[in-house]
């Protein structure tokens, strides 16, 4: 009763944990039910199966189950036919896909799918898609194509595939999309089986269709009947919710730091100014475990009641996230949001267990306090700091050095990662050392203005030096705010330097032919630029066949790598297998063939090489449906673009072009992140200058004793609440800056460019401009709010 009386009797002092909790859990509502509703759904062109039949998965390099191993021609005929023998099943399909996309007006035909819209005409059966129009395709030169393609029956169409642009006769149309050939044409395409389709009679029970084929199945793969088969998704589908996953997982890991970092700064202010009250509760029994109890109560209950409010807030919010990353192009087709409890439940629990945690060091400080204490004024124990906090602080700020200086020398997929880990780490150091750093800071910013004779810079100077520690808790949310913002916006520009310098340099004087409109290079593309590399990528399994390993492997024409019979491997991929110069090592490939390789060389890991590099004919002869990356044409050759569906560019235009592709999500990503670790520090820099108001109400009193006008009064907490700002923004900056320099060193190394450090000056000004506004107006309005009741 206690607890809630508490809360009940002081709302305002606890308004700016209930918002800061509530614009949590808001956000991670709306990020998990985003998650939730971004799942793999099941497939259309699978939607008439009881089940598919899916070989057994490798690990990649990591041990993490990847790719599924296709069954070989050989292995799958015999499987398909006990499949057929399972009662209940109708036929079964040998489902392949690979690449198709139609040329009209020498142009493709816009088709994100088009990698894996080549089938095999029995495929369609799975849908089912009805045969609108036409017959089967049985030759080799007839396909069957989407009614919505516009393109009549008997008709020629030119269709691109792995050889290139071929004709075929349209001899059919369906009522889904895709392009269906003869089984046979579909098998030289793609010779492995990924999946074999259980298409069930009509009535028959798809559970029992599933029990029997596990039972056929036994060892040599598994069964995946109801929602599990939609672990068969269409590649940029994937990608696409990939890149959804890890913006909306940036977004809720920072503003789940915010709302922790937040709540406990405002808690601890809250929990100083009320030492009075903690010293009497000790003079009349209270013990200083009932005192941590009641803190961390009071902090269960914002963070209850703050859950709930989020949580609702959460709910109208999904629509508006999934909008914003559907014009990011970063959703799965059609995707829907769905609401289901775990989302609002895990949201809760993390919105309670952040108030709490942020509670913990409030809690702690309260069971210090004496019983005397209840005598004396609230700041006269808020300055200097403690040997723990001198220890905790410093501990942490060795550990940000570190992360800082790992940053330089992490991998280019974990380089932003660790540099936001390491400016958190730096800001919980400087948030801890602050107290330490408020009053000298103080009196440097103060100097100049001690000439002119006015009081004001004596008193701002006087409070920051006698409460340090209150003024540390203002400028916390402060340093969060400008250090987050100086983070991602220069991480940002840094990378928009680095990125497409590197590459310009080791492209240089090369023409880059690269796909337009289309997912890859096609050997007609090839053929038409016979020098320069044409790297011919392909998914394989390295090692026994007990315990294969999934990787990359490239097939080259240069005359360095593309000798029969032989690889060359990375250094890190050597040690990973267990491999040296000289070793044989068998590889299988999505044809279901294995072939032994000797490894000709070891070399220094390089991705321009690649980690794997085999001939590339050998390649080409087990994955007829790979297609190539780009082609860098070296100086003194003139390259080929008369080929639909590709373009030509110079080394610049090619970096800046590649750095392109992801630069919108990039920049909208960080301008998001900067916006909620902004609009968490401003809630709290405005909660916090309010408070802060509200306890020096008996200064103000004396003030306005000793003289002083509502007017200047006003004035000197603007004044304060700004020089504590800029004290803030400083620090922000600072704490920043090493992350930044080390991941700036870190690109400078992966790209052979000289790049130095890039700040996004508007940005930043807008992130310090918008908190010192927010806290200025707090602080004034309070202000003029009391002095105007002491006038009454």
Not at 7 to 23: D, H, I, M, P
Not at 185 to 214: D, H, N
Not at 260 to 272: D, E, H, I, K, N
Not at 352 to 366: C, D, E, H, L
Request: with cysteine.
């Amino acid at each position: 009763m206690l607890i809630l009386a508490n809360v009940r009797e002081r709302w305002s002092g606890f308004l700016g944990a209930f918002l800061a909790v509530l614009v949590g859990v808001a956000l991670v509502t709306t990020t998990l039910i985003i998650y939730d509703s971004s799942r793999p759904i099941l497939q259309p062109r699978y939607a008439g199966t009881a089940a598919l039949a899916l070989p057994q998965q490798a690990p990649d390099q990591d041990g993490s189950a990847k790719d599924r191993i296709p069954w070989s021609p050989a292995e799958a005929a015999p499987l398909k036919d006990r499949l057929d023998a399972v009662p209940g099943v109708a036929t079964t399909v040998l489902d392949r896909s690979f690449y198709a996309q139609a040329i009209r007006n020498n142009r493709p035909v816009t088709d994100e799918g088009a990698l894996e819209s080549g089938h095999g005409w029995n495929s369609a059966l799975m849908a089912p898609y009805r045969l609108v129009a036409g017959k089967a395709p049985a030759g080799s030169s007839e396909v069957v194509v989407d009614r919505a393609l516009g393109v009549p029956v008997g008709s020629r169409l030119t269709v691109n595939i792995t050889e290139g642009r071929k004709q075929f006769t349209v001899v059919g149309t369906v009522d889904g999309p895709g392009y269906y050939f003869s089984e046979a044409f579909a098998a030289a395409r793609q010779p492995g089986v990924p999946a074999i389709g259980l298409v069930p009679e009509k009535g028959a029970s798809a559970s029992a269709i599933a029990s029997a084929a596990k039972k056929v199945i036994d060892g040599k793969g598994t069964i995946a009947a109801g929602d599990d088969r939609s672990e068969l998704q269409p590649e940029h589908i994937e990608h696409k919710r990939f890149l959804g996953v890890q913006l909306i997982s940036a977004m809720a890991a920072l503003g789940l730091f915010t709302t922790v970092f937040v709540v406990a700064s405002m808690l601890v202010l809250s929990t100083g100014m009320r030492r009075r009250e903690i010293g009497l509760l000790r003079t009349i029994g209270a013990s200083p475990a009932q005192i941590r109890r009641m803190i961390l109560g009071e902090a269960a209950v914002v963070g209850l009641l703050g859950s709930v409010a989020g949580c609702l807030a959460g709910l109208a919010g999904a629509p508006l996230l999934r909008n914003i990353l559907d014009g990011l192009d970063v959703t799965p087709p059609d995707m829907r949001v769905t609401v289901a409890a775990w989302p609002l439940l895990v949201a809760s629990a993390l919105g309670i267990g952040a108030g709490v945690t942020g509670a913990w060091s409030a809690g702690r400080k309260a069971t210090r306090v004496a019983p005397i204490e209840a005598l004396l004024d609230s700041r006269s124990a808020n300055a200097g700091m403690g040997r723990g906090r001198w220890i905790t602080g410093l501990a942490v700020l060795g550990l940000g050095v570190v992360l800082a200086l790992a940053t330089a020398t992490t991998g280019a997929d974990s380089r932003i990662g660790m540099a936001l880990f390491a400016t958190m780490t730096l800001i919980v150091a400087a948030a801890l050392l602050s107290p330490v750093l408020v009053g000298p800071a103080g009196r440097l910013l103060t100097a100049p203005f001690l000439k002119r004779g006015t009081a004001a810079p004596v008193l701002i100077r006087s409070e920051l030096t006698a409460d340090s520690r209150r003024a540390a808790s203002l400028v916390a949310p402060v340093i969060a705010a400008v250090g987050f913002a100086v983070l991602l916006s220069g991480a940002v520009e840094t990378m928009r330097v680095a990125y497409p310098a590197g590459e310009a340099l080791k492209a240089a004087g090369q023409t880059i032919v690269t796909p337009d409109g289309t997912p890859g290079n096609t050997d007609e593309v090839v053929a038409a630029n016979p020098v320069g590399k044409a790297a011919l990528p392909t998914r394989a399994f390295v090692g026994k066949a007990e315990s294969p390993v999934v990787m990359d492997v490239l097939g080259s024409r240069d005359a360095r790598w593309d000798k029969p019979g032989e690889a060359v491997i990375g250094t890190r991929t050597a040690t990973d297998l267990g491999l040296k110069k000289g070793r044989r090592v068998p590889v299988r490939f999505n044809d279901g063939t294995t072939v032994t390789l000797r490894i000709s060389a070891v070399l220094p890991d390089d991705p321009a090489r690649g980690d794997f590099v085999v001939a590339r004919a050998l390649v080409r002869s087990h994955d007829p449906a790979a297609l190539t990356d780009d082609i860098f044409v070296p100086a003194g050759t003139e390259a080929t673009a008369t080929v639909p569906g590709i373009a030509t560019h110079d080394a610049l235009r090619y970096a800046l072009d590649d750095y392109n592709t992801d630069a919108r999500l990039t920049d909208s990503l960080a301008t998001m992140l900067i916006v909620i670790s902004v609009g968490y520090s401003v809630i709290a820099v405005v909660n916090s200058m309010a408070m802060a108001a509200h306890g020096r109400r008996r200064d103000y009193a004396v003030m306005k004793a000793a003289g002083g006008t509502v007017r200047q009064l006003v004035r000197l907490a603007a004044a304060e609440t700004a020089l504590l700002v800029v004290i803030g923004a400083a620090l922000g900056v600072l704490v920043t800056l090493p992350p930044l320099a080390a991941m700036a060193s870190g690109l400078s190394q992966a790209t052979s460019a000289d790049v130095g450090l890039h700040l996004n000056t508007t940005a930043i000004v807008t992130a310090i401009l918008g908190t010192l506004l927010a806290a200025v107006a707090a602080g004034v309005l309070v202000t003029s709010r009391i002095l105007r009741k002491q006038t009454a």
